[in-house]
């Protein structure tokens, strides 16, 4: 049996929790599909948090996830640091989003904030250039808000269907008990997803922990550094590892299965 066989496993009677994983390259999301992941969220620069993704890489992952019937969800996020963003930036921002819908990808993920709270305006100033129709996953600038929890009714009313977080802290177990506040303020209006730190060691009791329906990870392992003779331009891409995500994804499968029993 392949490994991305393992995506059909989980009975037809369990509710499935849907893996996402995040990957800056095609080899990347070739990985993630073959380990059995429900959704890409592609990025550049993953090293940074995650920036918007080109239009030959978006090109490319999508040649290799419309075979396979995985979405892709393309990050919009013009430059690093935090998510406070100006009017040229916003403007840029909402540039690229309608340049990744138009390229195809089934929605994307992004999030403003100003002063710990959800910058209303940006969030609406994206959502409203793009069709009704594309989902929205507001991404981790929620961790960095005042009141997550509080937060999730402001993305609700924007119309973003999905919320990636850590629950305020440095990784999703850290952040569980939030979480899972979150979940319960979102009653079913948007999914909550869990994500950083997420391991094949530890999302069952995350998953047990918080109530979460989806979750988010890298599944990737560090690249071979580059050779001391040569000039450092930056760390390299980490690996998206399909055995990993295949751990993720049978774990995860039997989570679900044990909710039924």
Do not use: K, W
């Amino acid at each position: 049996m392949t490994m991305q066989a393992n995506r059909h496993d989980t009975s037809d009677t369990a509710p499935r929790i849907t893996l996402e994983i995040c990957v800056e390259t095609v080899a990347g999301a070739a990985a993630a599909i073959a380990g059995g992941c429900d959704r890409i969220e592609l990025c550049a620069a993953l090293a940074l948090g995650g920036l918007t993704p080109s239009a030959g890489l978006v090109a490319a992952v999508l040649d290799v996830a419309r075979p396979a019937g995985v979405a892709v969800r393309a990050m919009v996020r013009p430059q690093p640091g935090g998510f406070t963003y100006d009017a040229t930036t916003l403007a840029l921002a909402q540039r690229e989003a309608a340049a990744l819908v138009a390229a195809g990808v089934d929605g994307l993920v992004f999030g403003a904030t100003r002063e710990g709270v959800l910058d209303t305006a940006a969030l609406a100033g994206v959502r409203d250039v793009l069709p009704a129709t594309v989902g929205m996953t507001l991404h981790r600038a929620i961790d960095v808000v005042d009141d997550p929890v509080a937060a999730v009714d402001t993305a609700v009313a924007l119309g973003f269907d999905h919320i990636l977080t850590s629950g305020g802290a440095a990784s999703a177990p850290a952040g569980a008990a939030t979480i899972a506040r979150m979940v319960a303020r979102a009653a079913g209006r948007c999914t909550v997803m869990a994500g950083a730190g997420v391991a094949p060691g530890n999302v069952a009791a995350l998953i047990a922990a918080t109530g979460v329906c989806a979750v988010h990870g890298s599944a990737s392992t560090a690249a071979a550094p580059a050779s001391a003779e040569r000039i450092d331009f930056g760390p390299p891409p980490r690996i998206t590892s399909a055995r990993l995500v295949a751990q993720l994804r049978q774990v995860i499968d039997d989570q679900s299965n044990l909710g039924q029993l």
